[in-house]
């Protein structure tokens, strides 16, 4: 068994990270197919569980202590380091280590390993402080709120398993702003994880759509930006292009925006008219999968009364294969679901979402295939030019 594993180890070394992911999933279905039902029941049954104790690990520090130790810490060792009492970290400790979330190397001694040093990062703390904190409490709530709502969608953001789970009338985002500490888990989560090695621009042909623009007018559009790397990031691959560049989003956003030269950065609330008419992009990322059908619609429309006959959205999102999702893809969509009365979509559901405003899906261009990152080129339709 031992030769068997270490021949799958270097072969995922050797692959690309398409061909690693392949492996785990592979691994993880060969794993499920030996379980029996008590198996199965703890593996899915003790999941909270397992969310809770890392949670422990990370308010304590632990995943650090052992990170930055260059040799096996023992309990009592982690206990002064922690402030916990020696008997509880002995239960901690044993439980991260038979998850696979620590190495045990004898008897009240452990070391870091791979998942170790995963969990002592700043983005992976704030993810799973973010998931456990506010997602998890929705996803309980869901199948209670299915069954009562006679198991159909929800399309209200103002009623889906987070107002359940959390107490409140309020939408997610104004929920956000009473609760600071739930807000800068997700705020983090959020800035690290859209750092992607690869963007839109990598598979876009910006310049050739742009040809002859003319510099008084709109170039890029940024709407929902945050606070401006995006901006940044087209300034920076295309600093020459005339026209202008512009991030646009909520007051507080903007004030906290990146300074980047060449780039305007104006308040605006994209469920209000499009201010900036005729721009040649209007461009959006990750904005519309977390809004429910009818706030799409809006925003849709709002760009499409600004759109000249040379103007181009484009929307980059997840872009779902019809068969064969991902685990990640797919939890995405059920928490978009649970949280927004939103949801992922396929090509075919994204381009019907924009017929049903007037628009006309012309292409999408994948430059992420493993997670389904895609931006979709949409125009006003050729009948209507």
Same mark, same amino acid.
């Given at each position: 068994?031992?030769?068997?594993? $270490?021949?799958?180890?270097?072969?995922?070394?050797?692959?690309?990270?398409?061909?690693?992911?392949?492996?785990?999933?592979?691994?993880?279905?060969?794993?499920?197919?030996?379980?029996?039902?008590?198996?199965?029941?703890?593996?899915?049954?003790?999941?909270?569980?397992?969310?809770?104790?890392? !949670?422990?690990?990370?308010?304590?520090?632990?995943?650090?202590?052992?990170?930055?130790?260059?040799?096996?810490?023992?309990?009592? !060792?982690?206990?002064?380091? &922690?402030?916990?009492?020696?008997?509880?970290? *002995?239960?901690?400790?044993?439980?991260?280590?038979?998850?696979? *979330?620590?190495?045990?190397?004898?008897?009240?001694?452990?070391?870091? #390993?791979?998942?170790?040093?995963?969990?002592?990062?700043?983005?992976?703390?704030?993810?799973?402080?973010?998931?456990?904190?506010?997602?998890?409490?929705?996803?309980?709530?869901?199948?209670?709120?299915?069954?009562?709502?006679?198991?159909?969608?929800?399309?209200?953001?103002?009623?889906?398993?987070?107002?359940?789970?959390?107490?409140?009338?309020?939408?997610?985002?104004?929920?956000?702003?009473?609760? @600071?500490?739930?807000?800068?888990?997700? #705020? &983090?989560?959020?800035?690290?994880?859209?750092?992607?090695?690869?963007?839109?621009?990598?598979?876009? =042909?910006?310049?050739?759509?742009?040809? +002859?623009?003319?510099?008084?007018?709109?170039?890029?559009?940024?709407?929902?930006?945050?606070?401006?790397?995006?901006?940044? !990031?087209?300034?920076?691959?295309? =600093?020459?292009? @005339?026209?202008?560049?512009?991030?646009?989003?909520?007051?507080?956003?903007?004030?906290?925006?990146?300074?980047?030269?060449?780039?305007?950065?104006?308040?605006?609330?994209?469920?209000? @008219?499009?201010?900036?008419?005729?721009?040649?992009?209007?461009?959006?990322?990750?904005?519309?999968? +977390?809004?429910?059908? =009818?706030?799409?619609?809006?925003?849709? $429309? +709002?760009?499409?009364?600004?759109?000249?006959?040379?103007?181009?959205?484009?929307?980059?999102?997840?872009?779902? @294969?019809?068969?064969?999702?991902?685990?990640?893809?797919?939890?995405?969509?059920? &928490?978009?679901?649970?949280?927004?009365?939103?949801?992922?979509? *396929? $090509?075919?559901?994204?381009?019907?979402?924009?017929?049903?405003?007037?628009? $006309?899906?012309?292409?999408?261009?994948?430059?992420? /295939?493993?997670?389904?990152?895609?931006?979709?080129?949409?125009?006003? /339709?050729?009948?209507?030019?």
């Amino acid at each position: 068994m031992e030769e068997a594993l $270490e021949v799958v180890r270097k072969l995922a070394v050797a692959a690309s990270e398409d061909g690693r992911r392949k492996a785990r999933v592979a691994l993880h279905s060969m794993a499920a197919s030996l379980e029996n039902p008590n198996d199965t029941i703890h593996r899915l049954g003790h999941g909270h569980l397992q969310a809770a104790v890392v !949670q422990i690990g990370i308010d304590l520090n632990l995943f650090q202590h052992l990170v930055e130790s260059a040799s096996p810490l023992t309990i009592q !060792q982690l206990s002064e380091k &922690t402030g916990a009492e020696f008997q509880l970290m *002995t239960r901690v400790m044993r439980f991260l280590a038979s998850i696979g *979330t620590v190495s045990e190397n004898g008897k009240a001694e452990y070391s870091a #390993n791979h998942t170790t040093r995963n969990l002592a990062e700043k983005l992976t703390q704030a993810g799973l402080s973010h998931y456990f904190t506010t997602a998890a409490p929705q996803y309980q709530a869901l199948p209670k709120f299915l069954k009562d709502h006679d198991y159909k969608d929800p399309v209200d953001e103002k009623d889906t398993p987070f107002q359940v789970a959390h107490h409140t009338h309020l939408n997610s985002y104004a929920w956000f702003a009473s609760h @600071p500490d739930e807000l800068a888990y997700f #705020n &983090t989560y959020m800035a690290l994880r859209r750092k992607p090695d690869v963007t839109w621009l990598s598979a876009y =042909p910006v310049v050739e759509e742009a040809v +002859n623009w003319p510099a008084e007018k709109g170039l890029y559009i940024n709407i929902g930006g945050s606070i401006g790397h995006q901006c940044a !990031q087209f300034k920076e691959k295309y =600093p020459d292009i @005339p026209g202008r560049v512009v991030l646009q989003d909520l007051e507080h956003s903007v004030a906290a925006a990146l300074n980047t030269p060449g780039v305007e950065n104006m308040p605006h609330d994209m469920f209000e @008219p499009q201010p900036i008419l005729g721009a040649k992009f209007y461009y959006m990322r990750a904005v519309l999968h +977390n809004q429910s059908p =009818p706030n799409v619609r809006r925003v849709l $429309e +709002n760009v499409k009364a600004a759109m000249g006959p040379d103007s181009i959205l484009l929307v980059d999102e997840l872009v779902l @294969p019809e068969s064969g999702v991902s685990y990640i893809a797919s939890s995405i969509d059920m &928490t978009m679901m649970s949280a927004f009365a939103s949801m992922e979509r *396929t $090509e075919a559901q994204w381009r019907k979402t924009f017929e049903e405003v007037g628009l $006309e899906l012309r292409r999408s261009y994948t430059y992420y /295939p493993q997670g389904y990152e895609t931006v979709m080129d949409v125009r006003l /339709p050729q009948t209507k030019l």
